[in-house]
């Protein structure tokens, strides 16, 4: 396996999961600590990255950390927030708004 199997591996499945594999970016960093992955994808495919409560961000990691300890190598996954991303709590019906 080359020195980027975990960076191959998680761009084939991220771009397995969501609808614009295109746009679809992983960066790779090694310090110290290990490798750190940045994930960055489509504004409307976050949800299909993270997953219901972070179940599929928690696999992918997983999965990951497996591949990480086939090469030696401490894995980590940084899932980028999107541009015009918003993570603000949107008022529901009959809330006065204010946090």
Known sequence: MT??????FLEFLVKSLVDH????KVVRKVDEMGVLLSLR???L???QVV???????????SLLRIVGIKN???VNLKIEEPEGGSRQRKPMEGDSGSF
């Open 72 to 74: 030696n190598a401490r």
């Open 41 to 43: 994808v489509n504004a």
């Open 3 to 8: 020195n980027t199997a975990d960076q191959d």
């Open 45 to 47: 495919d976050m949800g």
């Open 21 to 24: 594999p295109d746009d679809v």
């Open 51 to 61: 997953g219901r409560q972070g179940a599929t961000a928690k696999a992918i990691r």
